[in-house]
């Protein structure tokens, strides 16, 4: 399909049609993560990593018992990738960090020439064209031979994310002004943490996962931060929550501070510490079940101050709603999920599409953390293969509407909104099911041949004319353009 994008412009320009502006100052970009589309898992010295060694081992578990040695080869391709990011007009670029690309065998002692080289180039491709990088250190792909003695559970994994840290600042320090420290950790604990799925390691797993955060934080203050100016941030996946009976909010709470809270009140809230409720009811809970203590650990209050307000900005993964109710002893937090029927889903099965939701979970960020500048570092929808995407321009229309409200009407300091993902990655458990990508990848061929979807299309025009343009009226506009 060949289009005639002045032609388009135009006609987009003319349909006075009543759109909604794109708030000044709000960075519009894509996402993805090492893992999920780099590949070269074995090139060079890279050393291996718990997914090399989860989807080579236990590939049974993951959907066609695919992995993501090859993935997109975004290794070998990540030119492409950049000039897709051009073409689309984004204005930030979100990808991590491969610890094992970085530290083949986890030693500080010994940083690859080759994996840095990789980063940096990456770097100064997105620089060439103006697209600033937004760099995560950690999403989920830690070495191997830390998981072998205990992964996070261990609390040694504290110092060692530390000292990879300090590698990749001074290395890469120069080159990136957004760090995130940690993706998602509690999402990580609570269904990718390769250890026994007890409550006590998950509750250990994220408890180390936030005093890791911490450490890196103060550490690039400290070291770093003179010179670099750069900030450092951690990102959370938080969802939103309808009581079942419609007047249950002791319901919705307890879900989001069990969610979203559990680490975001340690960090952003007043007082710090994990939520009140939290404490209470895994104390209770622990208790009912025969445990001598709780078996949330504690944190002292030297933690609690060190942890509180470390994070220059609150970075938001932000996909889904869910139904809730409270049910005594059902996990810790009581609270029984569920979807309603009528919601309309992605392809993935947790992905209810409830754009509405997307306004209140920033409201309650505003409230509940004093205002923070958010930087939205995901959001998307699953489709299966194929171009034209329609579901997805409507969903990312759809929520950017309830953002860029909630922004105006409700003075929501959000910054950053990016779309999950750039292209369709590995999708961890669904593998290469579940697409996300505004951009196709036939992983059928092994040149990874990529195809801008019509979203790519449509998110250029948003980002060029500053307008959140309607989905029916870009396809009219679109259709008329392609048929000159
Ligand atoms: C790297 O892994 C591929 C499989 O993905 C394998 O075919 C190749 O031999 C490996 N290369 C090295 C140098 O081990
Ligand atoms: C560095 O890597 C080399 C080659 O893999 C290895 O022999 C050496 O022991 C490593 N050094 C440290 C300090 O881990
Ligand atoms: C978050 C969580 O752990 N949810 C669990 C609560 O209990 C039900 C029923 O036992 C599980 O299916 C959920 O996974």
């Not at 600042?169 to 943490?193: A, H």
């Not at 409830?354 to 979970?361: D, N």
């Not at 590995?426 to 979807?453: C, I, Q, S």
Request: charged share 25%.
């Amino acid at each position: 399909m060949k289009i005639c994008v002045g032609l388009l412009l135009w006609l987009l320009g003319r349909s006075g049609v009543d759109m909604m502006e794109i708030p000044r100052g709000l960075s519009i970009g894509a996402s993805t993560s090492a893992y999920q589309v780099e590949g070269g898992w074995n090139a060079s010295d890279k050393g291996v990593s718990v997914w090399d060694a989860f989807t080579h081992e236990e590939s049974s578990l993951i959907k066609d018992r695919e992995n993501g040695d090859i993935a997109c080869d975004s290794y070998h391709k990540y030119q492409e990738d950049v000039a897709l990011a051009k073409n689309m007009g984004l204005q930030h670029y979100r990808f991590s960090v491969s610890w094992t690309r970085i530290l083949p065998n986890g030693s500080p002692e010994n940083v690859s020439r080759v994996g840095i080289r990789y980063y940096k180039n990456l770097i100064d491709e997105l620089h060439t064209y103006g697209i600033e990088p937004v760099v995560t250190l950690y999403h989920w792909d830690h070495p191997q031979s830390f998981e072998e003695v205990g992964g996070w559970a261990n609390d040694n994994m504290i110092d060692y994310f530390v000292e990879y840290a300090r590698v990749v600042f001074r290395e890469l320090g120069s080159r990136v002004k957004i760090w995130s420290t940690v993706n998602e950790p509690i999402i990580y604990c609570q269904f990718f943490d390769f250890g026994m799925n007890d409550d006590t390691r998950k509750y250990r797993c994220a408890h180390n996962l936030l005093k890791a955060h911490a450490k890196v934080y103060h550490m690039y203050q400290r070291e770093f931060k003179d010179r670099q100016h750069g900030q450092v941030g951690i990102v959370l996946l938080c969802h939103n929550y309808y009581s079942l009976n419609g007047i249950d909010a002791e319901a919705e709470d307890i879900a989001f501070e069990f969610g979203c809270g559990w680490l975001a009140n340690p960090i952003f809230s007043k007082d710090g510490d994990y939520p009140a409720v939290m404490k209470q009811k895994v104390a209770e809970e622990s208790k009912y079940q025969g445990f001598t203590k709780s078996k949330l650990p504690k944190l002292s209050s030297s933690w609690i101050e060190y942890i509180k307000g470390s994070s220059d900005y609150f970075g938001l993964n932000h996909y889904t709603s869910f139904m809730v109710e409270q049910h005594p002893h059902l996990n810790d937090s009581g609270i029984l999920k569920s979807d309603n029927p009528i919601w309309k889903k992605g392809v993935s099965d947790w992905l209810n599409i409830i754009p509405e939701g997307f306004g209140e979970v920033l409201r309650i960020i505003k409230e509940k953390y004093n205002n923070p500048p958010v930087y939205v570092l995901e959001n998307g929808l699953s489709t299966t293969a194929g171009i034209e995407d329609l579901d997805r321009i409507k969903f990312l229309h759809d929520y950017m509407k309830q953002m860029i409200m909630a922004i105006t009407h409700d003075g929501c300091n959000v910054q950053k909104y990016t779309v999950w993902s750039l292209l369709d990655t590995f999708e961890w458990k669904e593998a290469y099911r579940n697409r996300f990508g505004l951009v196709h990848v036939d992983f059928t061929n092994n040149r990874r041949m990529r195809t801008p979807k019509l979203s790519s299309k449509w998110l250029h025009e948003v980002i060029t004319q500053r307008q959140l343009i309607k989905p029916d009226e870009f396809m009219k506009q679109f259709r008329a353009a392609s048929y000159v």
